[in-house]
């Protein structure tokens, strides 16, 4: 079956930049999304279609890909930005199931 | 503003079986394709089930196929699933959420708060 791959996880400091990977064989086909989830509350999408970014959504995230590889990046880290990271896509294949990374625990030291 | 509550959670024992009920509010439920999400506890997260609008098209993860079933009822604006033969395994928090995009390049765009199903003795 089909797998994201995500660092389990990444620190940084306030004021620095923060860069998460996910990679899918896959990702050149469709395209990547990423959930913000903090402690006890729902996931949030903060990038749709790759690069896109919602409304609401503060600037200093974007998103970016290049071949199998997607990127979440923070810039401006900000203590509250302190959550877990989910990318997400699409089998492209098959049914189409859907499949989420493992995900990346982003701690701001 | 879009809500999606999710209720029916609660303690099971293995083998037992149990519904989950979301209700949605806030925008043409009708319309929009509905799955289902959930989260082992210090997990990461599982895409379920889906359901089309209009309920001809279901899909499954592997891990649940043959034991769950999704449906809905647009006259209420409610989402269900039904969970049969439970395992210790199928013990998370269950989210409601809204689909945008067709199923072949689908996200999910808002999510209840989501209901916590126990399996345990």
């Known amino acids: 079956s089909y797998e994201l791959t995500q660092p389990p996880s990444v620190s940084v400091s306030p004021g620095q930049a923060a860069r998460i990977t996910c990679s899918g064989d896959?990702?050149?086909?469709?395209?990547a999304y990423w959930y913000q989830q903090k402690s006890g509350q729902a996931p949030v999408l903060v990038i749709y279609e790759d690069t896109k970014r919602p409304s609401g959504i503060p600037e200093r995230f974007s998103g970016s890909i290049l071949g199998t590889m997607a990127t979440l990046t923070i810039a401006d880290v900000q203590v509250e930005d302190e959550a877990d990271y989910y990318c997400?896509?699409?089998?492209?294949?098959?049914?189409?199931?859907?499949?989420f990374g493992g995900g990346t625990k982003l701690t701001v030291l | 503003d879009v809500q999606l509550v999710e209720s029916g959670g609660g303690l099971i024992q293995p083998g037992g079986s149990l519904r989950l009920s979301c209700a949605a509010s806030?925008?043409?439920?009708?319309?929009?394709?509905m799955n289902w999400v959930r989260q082992a506890p210090g997990k990461g997260l599982e895409w379920v089930s889906h359901?089309?609008?209009?309920?001809?098209?279901?899909y499954y993860a592997d891990s649940v196929t043959g034991r769950f079933t999704i449906s809905r009822d647009n006259a209420k604006n409610s989402l269900y699933l039904q969970l049969n033969s439970l395992r210790a395994e199928d013990t998370a928090i269950y989210y409601c959420?809204?689909?945008?995009?067709?199923?072949?390049?689908?996200?999910?765009?808002?999510w209840g708060q989501g209901t916590l199903v126990t399996v345990s003795s």
């Open positions: 997400f896509s699409t089998e492209s294949t098959g049914d189409h199931k859907k499949v």
């Open positions: 896959e990702l050149p086909k469709k395209y």
């Open positions: 359901i089309s609008s209009s309920s001809d098209t279901t």
């Open positions: 806030g925008f043409s439920f009708r319309s929009y394709e």
């Open positions: 959420v809204r689909q945008m995009g067709s199923w072949y390049e689908a996200y999910f765009d808002y």
